[in-house]
């Protein structure tokens, strides 16, 4: 099946989380739910609530019960982005301004803090004390990995370890903990949801890799913006890294990282892709992400045959695909 | 007994739960950790642990499970200062740099993050989803509450309703759910946590009056930083909004006030300060601050006669004593 046949055969359900997300950060304060709402309808591909809905499946699915972990985890990854654009001074995403720049950092930073704390009041709707921790947990982890992300912009110093710790806080731990929540929370046994788990983390480690590559080998009109943003901004991505551990590439590779730091990323990155696109980076980037695919379709070996298995399989097929 | 005494006799205790906020926010990210613990070390009155304790004293007092709820309370406040730092632009606080001036608004907006995450996972450890529940509903309120300050900077047609209902999710919300949440934790009945909600929330209205009083009133080796601040940054509190209603003052007070804002707030607002001193706002202001402490006392009323209570109407009268 393909990723836009699942889409509409979730139509429904989906629809049913679209309205609860906007119903949760629609009836407070003006501004803050404007902003939020602004954010919202920016879209998205809302593949946490899938995620979750499909991990659902393998349970007791009731989509009240799976709204409540969908809706919260659709919006810590929004409270996130917002944040994010803060940090990154980003004015655009997906097209539309950013919170912080048709308002300002203010409402930015508070607007992210309030979609925080709605996302974590819904999930305390549901009675298991298991899924708060594993929430909460989660936002302490996802906080690190933003932290570590700073801490490591234009560092060409770091191994590749230290970037899989990162983007794994980062962006397959909120992936993971969506297809375990939703597994949890329609009381599937443990075993499955720790499978469900293990398949979340690696599609979501795939995921970003692949999210990477693409900034670095995708053309402008497939990612919406000019490839080499994550090197303008100081983000020292996987590619970036494999490339660097080539000794013909590395001095000059260096050498024009050093040149767009010093340039407070103002300077055009198109060089330092070029040597990047001559390496072997890319496709070492590659294999490791389809090394996470293989991951996760054996994490999902074990689970019972429902139709949702099937679903999950064609999103790690569709996730491992290279279409840049 | 005097406040000094009370902490003297909860000591013990106390210095458990500042043990507990070190160790929460030292096991992970070196820069976290170093900004949390800056944070954490420039002291304060930890009043919101000391009012979680004391509610627990009305029912099954355990300091570990009280430590689950104290320890909490106090880190989403203190996320929420390294937040208004932020906004505020603010270089010290109680004599020490602030996280975003120490390292910088990056830093500042994830410890934030990162601090709100711990407290969350702290309380996650207790079972009671009501608990859950009662914090992220305050999260959500205290968020709106800043909002509120933000578009309401130099607004001069703001009402004292408006004003009333900003301290209230800014200020008093988190001093009445201390005690109502140190209540249902000690698994008391459900009037005595009511009861001790409404005094909490009682006393943190009183509290955040004299407190906008004070930086009004008070000198500045009482206040730690020049009186006026609150009005230079934009905050136009209870006194000046009495005094606004003296239409002998009002016309020169708004003046003063539009040439602040004009000023970007660099302006002296000494002026401005003399002139509400010539005005009734203040003692009104301190006559509304007295009637909630009254209430907060009319709250207590029905407790049982634990030490508990009298340490808390000791609290209350402590608050509600003028001492600028």
Not at 44 to 50: C, E, L, W
Not at 169 to 180: M, V
Not at 242 to 264: C, F, K
Not at 269 to 292: C, F, H, T, V
């Amino acid at each position: 099946m393909k990723l836009l046949d699942l889409y509409a055969k979730m139509k429904g359900d989906l629809n049913q989380i679209e309205l609860e997300l906007e119903r949760s950060v629609s009836d407070d304060h003006v501004l803050l739910s404007e902003a939020s709402l602004h954010l919202l309808k920016a879209g998205g591909k809302r593949i946490r609530p899938v995620f979750v809905l499909l991990a659902g499946k393998f349970g007791d699915y009731r989509l009240d019960v799976m709204k409540r972990i969908a809706v919260p985890l659709e919006l810590i990854h929004m409270a996130s982005l917002v944040h994010d654009d803060v940090i990154d001074d980003a004015d655009t995403r997906r097209g539309q301004l950013t919170v912080k720049s048709k308002w300002d950092n203010r409402i930015a930073m508070y607007t992210g803090d309030y979609i925080h704390g709605k996302a974590l009041s819904i999930a305390a709707q549901l009675p298991n004390p298991q899924i708060h921790q594993i929430l909460s947990n989660a936002l302490v982890q996802m906080c690190i990995g933003e932290m570590e992300q700073i801490r490591d912009f234009f560092n060409t110093k770091q191994s590749v370890r230290q970037y899989l710790l990162r983007i794994r806080r980062k962006t397959a731990l909120l992936i993971a903990i969506s297809c375990q929540l939703g597994a949890v929370a329609a009381n599937t046994d443990r075993t499955t949801a720790n499978r469900l788990y293990r398949f979340g983390y690696n599609v979501g480690m795939a995921f970003q890799i692949r999210d990477d590559l693409l900034d670095l080998y995708g053309t402008e009109k497939q990612i919406g913006k000019p490839p080499g943003s994550d090197m303008r901004q100081g983000n020292i991505t996987l590619p970036v890294l494999l490339a660097l551990q080539d000794p013909q590439i590395r001095p000059s590779l260096l050498n024009e990282i050093e040149l767009i730091r010093e340039n407070g990323g103002q300077k055009d990155a198109g060089r330092a892709i070029e040597m990047i696109r001559k390496s072997d980076g890319g496709d070492m980037a590659d294999e490791l992400a389809n090394r996470y695919i293989k991951k996760a379709l054996h994490a999902l070996e074990g689970l019972p045959n429902v139709t949702a298995k099937k679903n999950l399989f064609d999103i790690a097929h569709f996730v491992g695909k290279r279409n840049y």
